[in-house]
């Protein structure tokens, strides 16, 4: 297997379709919402992630073929006065996950987030989700401190 991570471009049209195929797939996993994304949302999607200037897109390919991607945003820590990077999405199609996609992906998105000088990676993961926090807790994501974080959600539109 030789998988290789690049940069969308989301003004090209495969690059564009692999993030919604992919991004497709997750939406329809448990841990994605169980649902497929929404014929509204995917029309917009691409637009406007294109239009965000703080986006990065990461896709994984095995030749042609989609089977992964880390859809980051950059923030900013004011306790640091540096960027952030949160990984948003992490998602590898399901018949390929456990291959080392996801690290493959998360390695690109920490050289990308140093090259930034960003003082800290986010993210977040279901608590049932335990193959994902395996992953992230071998990757240095530490969630044994006392100061227990929760990610909260607010629906505006509900």
Do not use: W
């Not at 379709?17 to 649902?35: E, M, N, R, T």
């Not at 239009?51 to 042609?64: I, K, S």
């Not at 003082?119 to 193959?131: Q, S």
């Amino acid at each position: 297997m030789t998988v290789s991570i690049v940069k969308a471009d989301l003004d090209d049209g495969a690059h564009a379709a692999a993030f919604l195929s992919v991004l497709g797939a997750y939406a329809l996993h448990p841990y994605g919402g169980g649902a497929p994304l929404r014929d509204d949302v995917r029309e917009r999607l691409v637009p406007a992630m294109k239009a965000l200037p703080n986006t990065l897109v990461l896709l994984a390919f095995d030749g042609d073929e989609a089977v992964g991607l880390a859809n980051c945003l950059f923030g900013f820590s004011s306790f640091a006065a540096r960027p952030t990077l949160n990984v948003h999405d992490l998602a590898v199609v399901e018949e390929r996950r456990g291959q080392g996609i996801g690290r493959a992906l998360l390695t690109e998105a920490r050289n990308r987030a140093r090259a930034r000088d960003c003082v800290k990676m986010t993210l977040e993961v279901r608590e049932p989700n335990t193959n994902a926090r395996g992953l992230y807790a071998s990757f240095g994501f530490d969630d044994s401190d006392e100061r227990r974080t929760f990610f909260l959600e607010n629906y505006l539109d509900r």
